[in-house]
Structure formats: C-alpha cells, structure tokens
C-alpha cells in the first residue's frame, strides 16, 4: 500500500514545526519570499529547524528567486530540498543539481499537458491556478480538470497535490487523484502563520485514512 507523504506548508514558529511533526508530517515548508505572510527569515528558519525532530524534512520555498539565493539560503540551513513557485524555466535545474528540486505548476490545461517539460524534477506540485500570489491561498484547484489531463498523460515525476486542502476534502481528492504527496498551508491554520494543532491531527488523520 503507498503511503501518501504529508507536508504542513508556511509554518512560521518553532512550536508549529514541533507540532506538526507530533502529528505525522513528514515534511515542512519555509517560505523565503518576502511578499508572503508566511514568510520566514534565516535566523528564524534556524530556530524552527532547531524545533524540528528528526526524519521530518524541512523544504525551502522560493519565487523567482536568483540561484545564489537559493544556493546561499540553503546552504545556510542545510536545506537539501527546495520547492520553486515562480516562473522558472526548467534549464535552472542544471544550476541546483545538487539539491532536490520540486516544481510547483499552476493547473491549467495547458501546463498540465507541459508535465514533461519538468520530467527531471524530483516532484511536481500542483497548485490552485488563477491566484493573486504563489501558495497558500486557500482555494480549491480544479481536480477534475487535472484527473482528466493525467488520464492522457500517464508519465510524469511524482505529484503533489495542494490547493484549498483541508481535513474534510483531502481524502476525496486523494481518491481521485492518487497522488505521492499532499501539501498544505491554508487548511491547517487558525491565522496566516498559526497553525492549528487540531486541524494537523484531523488533516493526518484523513490522509491515513483515505490511504488505507
């Protein structure tokens, strides 16, 4: 049985890493784009990192960010997975080959059917498309227009889904989609930034479920 990965996005706080870690993510993200109200610094990344078990991994999110900033703000964290959410171009991957990338699309027809073009990408995170601002907005993707296009496009890296997630719809996204890993930001807090300790256990929960 594949065991859906789980990853709680935007986490700000110390005690939000340690929780989410508690509740059985097996990754968290760490927002280094400064429009953002997740948006974290280094010193405050350190002091979330510190926060954070073992076997739990921390993924650096950037935005159109230069390669010597991705490459500094990990190599200062010890980051080895990064997630990019602007308008890079596949070619930028021979720049990070040290690092595991994963690229987040917005689902539109016509980017869903451009899957390949990221064929070496570790991952592809699908994100809501039509949003004024690159993550956590909160509102639904549009899963039956991506199940029709995977129907037709069978081969692609491994997918995560993300986009208006929350502890009640994710297990019939999952059914649907079947994807490796799930991502969340919006779904799980009380305010941006805060997360809910009940919303992490009932969102993990869910997925266990589904998965079973």
């Given at each position: 049985?594949?065991r859906?990965?789980?990853?709680f996005?935007g986490i700000?706080?110390?005690?939000?890493?340690?929780e989410a870690?508690n509740?059985?993510a097996?990754?968290?993200?760490?927002?280094f784009?400064?429009?953002?109200?997740?948006h974290?610094?280094?010193?405050q990344?350190?002091?979330?990192?510190?926060a954070l078990?073992p076997?739990?991994?921390?993924v650096?999110?950037?935005?159109?960010?230069?390669v010597?900033?991705?490459?500094?703000?990990?190599g200062?964290?010890?980051?080895r997975?990064v997630?990019?959410h602007?308008?890079?171009?596949?070619d930028?991957?021979?720049?990070?080959?040290d690092?595991?990338?994963?690229?987040?699309?917005?689902?539109?027809?016509a980017?869903?059917?451009?899957l390949?073009?990221?064929?070496?990408a570790a991952?592809i995170?699908?994100?809501?498309?039509?949003?004024?601002e690159?993550?956590?907005?909160?509102?639904?993707?549009?899963?039956?227009?991506?199940?029709?296009?995977l129907?037709?496009?069978?081969?692609?890296?491994?997918?995560?889904?993300?986009g208006?997630l929350?502890?009640?719809?994710?297990?019939?996204?999952?059914r649907?989609?079947?994807?490796?890993?799930?991502?969340?930001?919006?779904g799980i807090?009380?305010s941006?930034?805060?997360?809910?300790?009940?919303k992490m256990?009932?969102?993990?929960?869910?997925v266990?479920?589904?998965?079973?």
């Open positions: 049985m594949h859906t990965r789980i990853k996005c700000t706080r110390p005690t939000d890493a340690e870690a509740a059985g097996d990754a968290i993200g760490l927002i784009y400064t429009r953002s109200s997740r974290v610094t280094i010193p990344g350190r002091e979330i990192l510190r078990p076997m739990v991994s921390p650096g999110l950037f935005v159109d960010a230069s010597q900033e991705i490459l500094q703000t990990s200062e964290l010890n980051l997975t997630q990019l602007g308008s890079e171009r596949p930028i991957l021979a720049s990070l080959v690092l595991t990338i994963i690229k987040a699309i917005r689902c539109t027809a980017n869903l059917a451009a390949d073009s990221w064929k070496h991952g995170l699908l994100e809501t498309a039509g949003t004024p690159p993550g956590g907005s909160g509102v639904a993707n549009d899963w039956a227009l991506v199940a029709s296009v129907e037709s496009s069978p081969s692609h890296p491994p997918l995560i889904a993300a208006g929350t502890p009640e719809n994710v297990a019939q996204m999952m649907r989609i079947r994807p490796w890993a799930v991502d969340v930001s919006t807090e009380e941006p930034g805060v997360k809910s300790i009940e256990r009932k969102f993990a929960a869910a266990r479920a589904a998965d079973s």
